[in-house]
């Protein structure tokens, strides 16, 4: 018999120890630095943890609750986004948002949000509620300016007429020229302390002390404002129309400029070509006189020769063997083959004593 009992006690004993290292395990757990915890036992709170470190909890009947301890940022996405919210001037605008909150005071955290996933509504819903409340009692250019100090930047949509005179850029000059009395920080800061007040209720029976949510507004913004889809489109064919005429007006501006250029270039080749010309006509007047001059200073110089020569060309080109001429007594020819006779009688009597001597 005790051999069988101390058969049994062995597995029995390693089964208890193996529950104990269990029970053991399980009732302790750690909190790093980014986390708070809370420690319930059958859902009511026994106390909140701050600090990170180990810690241990009664197994099976209390549970840990982790919250994170840092800043949370929420912002609005495409299904959060304020639309068609109307101004007080009647502008109809889009407003992103975003907001920054953390947890302050975990028990009351737990017993008034119980989880992340609703606090995180809560402050959407009241930061959503804040803005709409605000923005609407304000003008736009109030939303969207801080001070009324000119602005540096400008699309020069005073230099095309045709933009200038449409009822639509009415918004823009308002805006621009507007006195500003609150301005976008003084406004952020109103509705920052509206979801303030808003995330603190009072507790019903009114005079007893407000509700304390164990959250904090640290922080709450706009991301982007901006007019509504049909808006926008109006806007963007008024851009698009302002930019066509910008264009045009830089083309036609090149076109001009481009023939001017081209009459320039045209009117200075005209010249360099008219002056070539006259100066061609020149060298060409010189030279031309210069070879008249020495052409008439040679005929000058050999007339009687060239007459002569000229003459006796003309002679030997009319005169043949059959031709017969009929000559008066003063024609040029008889008297020159008179005088070539007269030449050819006296040549032998001069020449005649050389043959004797």
Known sequence: MSAAKNSVRGPAAIVVGILLLVLCYSSMFTINERELGVVLEFGK????????????????????????????????GSGDILEALPTKDGKKIEISVWAIWRITNPKQFVKEMRTVQNAEQQVLQRVRAGVRDVVTAYDLSEVVRSTDRKLTNSFGLAEIPMLTSDD???DLTNIEHAKIEMGREKIMAEIRKRIEAQLTVAAEGGGAPTI????????????????????????FARLEAFMDAIAARYENEGEQRKQEIINEVDAEAEKILGEGEEQSKR????????????????????????????????????????????LTTDSDLLRMLKELGEAGNKAPATAAPKPAE
Do not use: C
């Open 45 to 76: 709170h026994v106390r909140s943890i701050e600090k990170p470190g180990l810690y241990f909890k009664i197994p099976l009947m209390q549970e840990v609750r982790r919250l994170p301890k840092t800043q949370q940022f929420w912002t609005s």
């Open 168 to 170: 639509s850029m009415d």
């Open 283 to 326: 060298l060409r007047g010189e030279v031309e006189a210069e070879v008249i001059e020495s052409f008439a200073k040679a005929i000058r110089a050999t007339g009687d020769f060239y007459n002569f020569q000229r003459t006796l060309q003309v002679y030997e080109n009319s005169l043949g063997d059959d031709t017969r001429l009929i």
């Open 212 to 235: 304390d949510r164990g959250i904090e507004l640290i922080d709450v913004g706009v991301s982007n404002i901006g007019f509504t889809e049909s808006v926008r489109k109006a806007a």
